[in-house]
């Protein structure tokens, strides 16, 4: 079982930065794929990002590739999302979630989901 408390969201302008963390629960954090998800209103949970366990490769949604980028810290149990040149579409709440043998873009591949943090991009 592995527990993901979201923190970092906020109102931000358009062209600023924010980093956006995840701390999961367990000793087992660096066997899991991590990724992030977004939700805007009205609209279904969309992929933003992941990372591999093991070789920390990354795959990142065409729709914030060069402005995102994932990482994790295994020794701190940490995920990141940092989110450069922001832009009002970028609103929308966060997820981070994890997956144990499962690597893809699909929110039904991944089996734990942290409770989300509010984006909010202000042109």
């Known amino acids: 079982q592995v527990q993901l408390i979201e923190s970092g969201g906020g109102l931000v302008q358009a062209g600023r930065s924010l980093r956006l963390s995840c701390a999961a629960s367990g000793r087992t954090f660096s066997s899991y794929t991590m990724g992030w998800f977004r939700q805007a209103p009205g609209k279904e949970r969309e992929f933003v990002a992941a990372?591999?366990?093991?070789?920390?490769?990354?795959y990142y949604a065409d729709s914030v590739k060069g402005r995102f980028t994932i990482s994790r810290d295994n020794a701190k149990n940490t995920v990141y999302l940092q989110m450069n040149s922001l832009k009002p579409e970028d609103t929308a709440v966060y997820y981070c979630?994890?997956?144990?043998?499962?690597?893809?873009?699909?929110?039904?591949?991944?089996?734990?989901w942290g409770q989300g943090t509010q984006v909010t991009v202000s042109s």
């Open positions: 990372i591999r366990r093991s070789t920390g490769t990354t």
């Open positions: 979630t994890a997956v144990q043998g499962y690597w893809g873009r699909s929110p039904y591949g991944y089996d734990y």
